[in-house]
Structures are given as C-alpha cells and as structure tokens.
C-alpha cells in the first residue's frame, strides 16, 4: 500500500514599498515599513497567526500522537529572516517540530529565487547561505533539494546531484509523465544516482485548492474520504506525494472551513489500513529504487495551468525586469557592500516577478493573493525604480572608493 509523503513550501517574500521615482537616490529602504498598508511585519504576524502557529502546534500533537507520521518543508532564507526578527515564536515553533525527528527539512535558495535561470554562481552561493542558515537554526543539513516553486529540468537535477544531493523534488505534470504514474520514485535523464519524487498533483490539489469549493463535486472533504482516495493508489504506485504550500492551512483554506480538523483526523484515516504510513522525501528516496528514467528538457514548474515558467516569464515586462537584475551582478559584488548585495538579492525573489505576471482568466485570483499592486505594470514601474536606485548606488561607492584612494607625493631630491 501507498505511503504519504508530505512537502510543505513555507515562504514570504519581503514585499517592496511604493517607491515612486522622486524617491530614487533620496531613499535606500525598498521594503515595506510597519506604517505600511501591506507591511512585511503585519503580513507576517497576520499568516503566522492564521497558519504557521496554529498549524505546527497541531502537527506537534499528531507527531507525538503518531510516531509513524513523517511531515517535510522548505523553509526560505527570506521566510526565516523574517520570523526571526517579527516573530521568534515561529522559528521555536519549528525547531520542535525538528526535534521530534519525525521532520525532514530541505534544500533551496535562500531567497527564493530564479537564480538558476541566470546566474550558476549566485545559484550557488544562495543555496550555500541556505545550508547555513537551516545548520544556525536547526542544526540540519539537507539531503534533498527542492527549486523555487518546483522549478526543474535535467539540467537542474544534474547540477543537483553534482552538488552531492541523493533527491530532488518536481511537478507530476501529464505532459512529461504521459501514460505514467507520479505515485512510483523516478530518476532524471542524464543523472547517474539522483532520485526524483513527483507530486501527485490532483490529490494535492483537493486539499491545497478545492477543499472549501461547494461547487466541487466532491465536497465536502473528510479525513475518510480522502484516506479512501490514497488506499486506491494500492498496485499502482508506492508513493502519494501531497506537496502544497504550507499556507493551505488556515490562509487559503480559513480555519472555519474545516481544514484544521480535516488535518487533525487525517493521519488516524490513513493508518487504519495497516499497510498505510508515511516516509519523509530521503526515505522515499532511500526505500525505493527509480522506475524508471524522466526526460524533462524543458523548465517544468508547479505554478498555474500551464505547469512552466509563465507565472515569472510570460511577457515583455517580466523578461526586462529579470534580465536587469541579473546583469548588475558583477557590478553589485564588487562592491563588496554588504548591505547593498543583499538587498539586491532580496530583489530576486521570484514574487517580484510574479506581480508582473498578465495573466488572468482561472489563475488570475491566484496571482492577486497578497499582491500589494493594483496592476503588473505597476509592480514593473515600482520595480525598476528601486533598480534604479540601486544603480546609483554602485555609482556612489564607486565614487567613494575613487576619492578614498590617496596618491602618494614624489618628493624631489634637493
């Protein structure tokens, strides 16, 4: 029978003031204050209340009610930096649920970022600060990686395993898996020991998305109906693989929908089969050999319909936007300014770009949530004006480093 392999993405982006152009070499604080309508600190404390403490006090009780239960997450360098510094309750939160040693933690970038895309060296330098980030906080080091928003290719998995990593995780899109099944564990083409876990995106889907959906054929969702939906997988799969973000709980599913006690008495349904249980990413990993070989020679993500690089790559905005931040890179590091690579880096989350996204019709809603802008054009706008601020900035510490230089008198012989 099926084991469930759970995966929770848990991030927030520092989300950029409105900075309009009068502000550009007048103002270096891109990010939203407390004064702000959609501050960083009051989104944080808002979701840390709604989702992430009522969430893990619950996962806590189950984990010690179920020492077979397994549970997984990515936390991002961004999402960490800002629990440490609103809301230390939250990291405490986690580094208990860490110690039961029933939780997996894994690998990305720092700051959630498209990284790989553009830059191989700022790709690694961030998933670097990342390991040491989850070594300072939970004394961990990851075995399994996961890109930003299940971003993959084999040229990921590749430079993946090079790295030393035994998984990594990706979409179970029907295009690349075809007749095949994302319940089996599977390698990538072009890889030699790397193991890949695929989402089961339809089961993940009725709890992520159309849990609360009274239009949905299906609804309501019990803890019963959904077990009876994993003991189906039974003969064709080893694997369900519900990868969701971690925000399901609480935030986009409002506690007076059910979802906590859907989640509560989930774990009893499930191992009422006494073959059921659970395993976390490695040990999929570990316990089950590959399938069979995937060829992903395109970008495949778990964002939107289409399963790609749209939700950051769709349009003419998006591609300006990323392309500039990515060509100061040089001219950033050589700065060797601290304050200022990392605000540049702060910059690359993925949400940035996401903001900008045009697209609209079933995904529109989606790419509305937690957006502080009115339009895409807005965000591109308020974007490229802190961008070109940052530019002034490298100027200036040029300029500065210029007249610091002192040139040595030529004494003349008497």
């Not at 891109?30 to 006090?57: G, M, Q, W």
């Not at 498209?114 to 989850?134: D, I, N, P, R, T």
């Not at 890889?191 to 889907?205: A, F, Q």
């Not at 989606?366 to 308020?382: D, G, Q, R």
Request: aromatic content about 14%; proline content about 4%.
């Amino acid at each position: 029978m099926p084991k469930i392999c759970f995966y929770f993405q848990v991030h927030q982006p520092y989300r950029v003031k409105r900075y309009p152009i009068f502000q550009v070499g007048n103002d270096h604080n891109y990010f939203n204050t407390d004064e702000d309508r959609l501050s960083n600190k009051k989104i944080f404390h808002k979701v840390a209340n709604k989702c992430y403490l009522p969430t893990n006090a619950l996962f806590l009780k189950l984990l010690q009610r179920h020492p077979e239960m397994k549970i997984s997450y990515s936390l991002s360098g961004v999402f960490l930096e800002q629990a440490e510094e609103y809301y230390p309750e939250v990291i405490e939160s986690f580094q208990k649920l860490v110690a039961t040693g029933q939780v997996e933690l894994l690998q990305e970038t720092y700051f959630h970022s498209l990284s790989f895309l553009y830059s191989k060296k700022e790709f690694h330098h961030q998933v670097g600060m990342h390991a040491k980030k989850l070594d300072a906080l939970f004394g961990y080091k990851p075995k399994v990686f996961r890109n930003t928003e299940l971003i993959f290719s084999n040229d990921l998995a590749k430079e993946i395993e090079e790295m030393g990593y035994i998984g990594i995780l990706a979409e179970g899109a029907d295009h690349i898996l075809d007749w095949r099944s994302p319940n089996f564990v599977y390698h990538p083409k072009g890889t030699k020991s790397i193991k890949l876990l695929l989402k089961n995106y339809r089961l993940s889907d009725d709890i992520a998305f159309r849990f609360s959906s009274k239009q949905w054929s299906d609804y309501p969702l019990t803890a019963d109906k959904f077990a009876h939906w994993v003991n189906q997988v039974n003969g064709n799969g080893h694997l369900v693989n519900l990868f969701m973000d971690y925000e399901t709980f609480g935030e986009h599913q409002w506690e007076d929908t059910g979802i906590f006690n859907f989640l509560e008495h989930l774990p009893q349904a499930i191992l009422k089969h006494p073959d059921n249980g659970f395993l976390t990413p490695s040990e999929a990993i570990e316990r089950h050999e590959s399938t069979a070989e995937l060829d992903f020679p395109h970008f495949v993500s778990w964002a939107d319909t289409e399963r790609d690089l749209s939700a950051w790559l769709s349009n003419h905005i998006q591609v300006d936007a990323l392309a500039k931040i990515y060509s100061l890179e040089k001219k950033i590091l050589e700065t060797g300014d601290e304050k200022l690579i990392h605000d540049w880096r702060k910059l690359q989350t993925s949400d940035h770009f996401y903001y900008m996204c045009t697209k609209w019709f079933s995904d529109g809603d989606v790419h509305k949530y937690f957006n502080p802008y009115e339009s895409p054009y807005e965000a591109f706008i308020n974007f490229m004006n802190i961008l070109a601020d940052v530019k002034l900035r490298i100027k200036d510490h040029n300029k500065n480093i210029k007249t610091k230089v002192k040139v040595k008198p030529i004494l003349l012989s008497s």
